[in-house]
């Protein structure tokens, strides 16, 4: 399973940056994928799902109602739309696969199995 986080940058807070996570390998249409980040110094917190077919989808309460997370299954991809970033958005964030049920433990990183490589997002204030 390969997975390809693209799409970081540096933008100013309230700004928009969509991420996209090509991935390769797997049942793409049956694989939930996930995308969790990391602020320097901080652990990997979760950030949003979404389940193979795209029905169902969850969130983190910190980026609830300004990112949205949608896949395309003809392309393999999965997005993330960032919107109205704050400063502390700022993180590297990965895309990973789910293992077992999308709704089972989707918060926790070890209920994730293979990892991208990340892709860095700066908001400046």
């Not at 693209?6 to 390998?25: H, M, N, P, T």
């Amino acid at each position: 399973v390969q997975l390809q986080a693209s799409g970081g940058g540096l933008v100013q807070a309230g700004d928009s940056l969509r991420l996209s996570c090509a991935a390769s390998g797997l049942d793409f249409s049956d694989s939930a994928i996930g995308w969790f980040r990391q602020a320097p110094g901080k652990d990997r917190e979760f950030v949003s799902i979404i389940s193979g077919r795209g029905t169902l989808k969850f969130y983190s309460e910190s980026v609830k109602g300004r990112f949205t997370i949608s896949r395309d299954n003809a392309k393999n991809t999965v997005y993330l739309k960032m919107n109205s970033l704050k400063p502390e958005d700022t993180a590297v964030y990965y895309c990973t696969t789910k293992r077992g049920p999308t709704y089972s433990d989707y918060y926790a990183e070890g209920s994730y199995v293979s990892w991208g490589q990340g892709t860095q997002v700066t908001v400046s204030s």
